[in-house]
């Protein structure tokens, strides 16, 4: 059974910095496919925030590009999402996610996923 395990949220003032990881079992880990954070804020859709494929090509949400970074060490089989300058609507709970299968481009939606953390809640206040 492939897990993911989030780790790093936290409370933070407004303007500040977190640094999420994700560790995958090793024996569902896979290089090949796409690797991704979601969000989810309390009574809103689940929304892809970053995105990294098989190339470590990375993609962003229009709301995060430039303030956080995914990345990605094979050899831990870790994931990481590198937030600054957040803000009070980056509140949410962050899920890692993971495709089953392999894809040229990482695809947006989150109902091509197939695997899933726990989450680690973010809470950013003013």
């Known amino acids: 059974q492939v897990q993911l395990v989030e780790s790093g949220g936290g409370s933070v003032q407004a303007g500040g910095s977190l640094r999420l990881s994700c560790v995958v079992s090793?024996?569902?880990?896979?290089?090949?496919?796409?690797l991704a954070w979601f969000r989810q804020a309390a009574g809103k859709e689940r929304e892809g925030v970053a995105y990294?494929?098989?190339?470590?090509?990375?993609m962003y949400s229009h709301s995060v590009k430039g303030r956080f970074a995914i990345s990605k060490d094979n050899a831990k089989n870790t994931l990481y999402l590198e937030m600054n300058n957040l803000k009070v609507d980056d509140t949410a709970m962050y899920y890692c996610?993971?495709?089953?299968?392999?894809?040229?481009?990482?695809?947006?939606?989150?109902?091509?996923?197939?695997?899933w953390g726990q989450g680690t809640q973010v809470t950013v206040s003013t």
């Open positions: 090793s024996y569902s880990y896979s290089t090949s496919a796409c």
């Open positions: 996610a993971r495709t089953r299968d392999s894809f040229a481009s990482c695809p947006r939606g989150k109902d091509s996923f197939n695997f």
């Open positions: 990294i494929d098989k190339y470590d090509k990375t």
